[in-house]
């Protein structure tokens, strides 16, 4: 059997073949549509009773919605009845929570009785997805609208039997890009960024905590540009951590003021040791992290720092001490910091074993506690970081966005998703 545009002499172009008589059977075709509007269905000369379901149609306006390919991943495993079912596709196998509409291959196995089963729109018309006989495996890939709870809905003509959805791909609204954001920063200077990203986030700071990323203007315009559609601000920041501690002389506070910073320390007064020596403590700790936070909100050219969400970089790779709780009092610090250069709305990036060694637990009554996560999973899927969504968060708070690396041409590049 064939479906093509009208007109169009090719029966070559097979949409459906079959050996039995007497079969019914089912498939899915994308077909041109000629000005007259209409199809030819044909069979290989034997007449046959066709059933045809519109479940959608390319436009030729550039607005609308655009297709992404997906990884392939189980989006569910359940079981089809003869009841209609609910089944939550969005937000698993690769399929974003932004995602309209979900290509499906959609497997039947071990039905209980013989007639076929149907994936399509929530509160839609029930119809044939495929057709089986009972205990058959078989097979069929559909494209269905995803309602605003995330799911599809499920049918069989009679009896029970497992359903597996599989994710060919999405389709998401066109102004809102591939629905996951990406982050870059110095490593990315003068590379090719994506344009399709939903937000974008940017390092303030080049390689080291101290420093200014030589492409942040160019880069922070880059993410203004991200086309939105998530629950993330289009354009954020992420700074680094580091406490290099006293042994870093030339650059750790030896009394209540440094770098030009005084600020109200909650744990007392900077000193030295004896001999002048700089020391570890709490307070040398805090004003540290303080100056840090301080020159990230005004000498990184960071114009507005209170229209952008921050997130503080936590990683082992750079400085930090054995003693998680004084790394824990120069985050504070650096929160105090980011916030008296203006920035309201502060987070933590690192990854789960990262943060336990270089922060520990972050107890309730620390100005850390309770702040929003954004957790790495390293190189992945776009599947694997939507299951990271539900991590417990690094310091009592949420996880807000997960990233994982991908491939972005000829390299790599990181990928956000939006947890909320």
């Known amino acids: 059997m064939s479906v093509t545009a009208q007109g169009v002499s090719n029966r070559a172009a097979v949409t459906q073949a079959f050996s039995s008589k007497g079969l019914s059977i089912a498939n899915t075709a994308t077909v041109r549509l000629p000005a007259s509007g209409a199809v030819d269905v044909r069979t290989s000369g034997v007449a046959s009773g066709v059933t045809v379901t519109v479940v959608g149609y390319w436009s030729a306006k550039a607005s609308g919605l655009v297709f992404v390919p997906a990884d392939g991943a189980r989006v569910a495993s359940t079981t089809v009845s003869s009841t209609v079912q609910r089944v939550r596709v969005a937000g698993a196998g690769g399929i974003p929570t932004t995602a309209r509409a979900a290509v499906l291959t959609a497997r039947t196995k071990g039905l209980s009785a013989s007639g076929w089963f149907h994936v399509g729109a929530a509160g839609a018309a029930v119809a044939t997805t495929q057709v089986v006989v009972k205990s058959q495996s078989l097979a069929a890939t559909v494209t269905v609208p995803i309602a605003p709870t995330g799911t599809v809905q499920t049918r069989a003509k009679a ?28 490593p990315q200077c003068g590379s090719a960024l994506p344009t399709d990203q939903a937000f974008g986030v940017v390092g303030v700071n080049a390689a080291l905590a101290n420093t200014t990323n030589p492409c942040f203007s160019s880069q922070l315009a880059w993410a203004g540009l991200s086309a939105g559609g998530t629950a993330q601000p289009k354009a954020q920041l992420y700074v680094l951590f580091a406490n290099p501690a006293a042994a870093a002389a030339s650059t750790w506070p030896t009394s209540n003021v440094f770098k030009g910073y005084a600020p109200k320390n909650p744990y007392g007064s900077c000193s030295t040791r004896a001999g002048g020596k700089p020391q570890n403590s709490p307070a040398c700790s805090f004003l540290y992290g303080y100056a840090l936070g301080g020159d990230d909100t005004t000498k990184r050219g960071v114009a507005n720092p209170g229209s952008h969400r921050w997130w503080i970089d936590v990683e082992t790779q750079f400085s930090h001490q054995t003693d998680t709780a004084l790394n824990r009092t120069v985050l504070e610090g650096m929160i105090a910091g980011l916030q008296s250069g203006g920035a309201k709305s502060i987070g933590f990036y690192s990854t789960a074993s990262q943060w336990a060694t270089v922060a520990g637990v972050v107890p309730k009554t620390s100005t850390a506690y309770g702040r929003s996560s954004w957790i790495a999973i390293g190189p992945g899927t776009l599947a694997a970081a939507q299951k990271a969504c539900s991590a417990p968060g690094l310091a009592g708070g949420k996880t807000a966005m997960t990233q994982y690396v991908t491939t972005f041409g000829k390299t790599t590049i990181d990928r956000d998703v939006s947890c909320t």
């Open 159 to 186: 009896g029970s039997g497992a359903l597996n959805l599989d994710a060919v791909g999405y389709f998401v609204d066109g102004s809102s890009g591939v629905g996951t954001g990406a982050d870059v920063s110095y």
